[in-house]
């Protein structure tokens, strides 16, 4: 996964990376950072497996390691965090040896992950959907009790 790797290496990524860890620093709820990521990425890669959709390993890892990486906008500048990290990830991708296929897939995951009515959809969006709601432990979170989230959207059980 050499483009994975160049995208955990690149200088944007990081600086962003840094930028969610200091904006949630006081927060008691879900965090944005790269424990999320990797929980996504490797819960998408067993969705993949277990509907057999043959979607790239590289687009799951890269969609998942940038689907929440403008969440710092959201805090900073009230941009809602898909569409900052579709600006973010777009240089990214180029820059890490995605082309522009496979970057217009990936940004059309990210852009899309918070949209609840492609959640059964056999693709990338519908998996990284299905993967980043699934990889919250709300059964096990300190802070449910005080969490926005709707009861239904919880996880109350492990499910991958």
């Known amino acids: 996964m050499n483009r994975i790797d160049r995208i955990l290496g690149c200088a944007a990524f990081r600086e962003n990376l840094e930028k969610n860890k200091e904006a949630e620093t006081d927060r008691i709820f879900c965090r944005h950072d790269m424990a999320h990521f990797l929980d996504v990425a490797r819960i998408a890669m067993i969705i993949n497996l277990e509907e057999e959709l043959n979607i790239d390993r590289e687009l799951i890892y890269g969609a998942a390691l940038l689907h929440d990486i403008g969440k710092h906008r959201q805090y900073s500048d009230g941009i ?81």
């Open 80 to 160: 809602p965090h898909e569409k900052a990290g579709v600006m973010i990830a777009n240089d990214i991708l180029r820059d890490c040896g995605f082309d522009e296929k496979e970057t217009s897939v990936i940004i059309g995951a990210i852009d899309s992950h918070r949209d609840d009515s492609i959640a059964l959809e056999a693709s990338l969006r519908g998996v990284l959907y299905r993967a980043d709601k699934a990889s919250r432990s709300c059964f096990s979170c300190v802070a449910e009790g005080d969490c926005n989230w709707k009861e239904s959207k919880k996880n109350h059980q492990i499910l991958y």
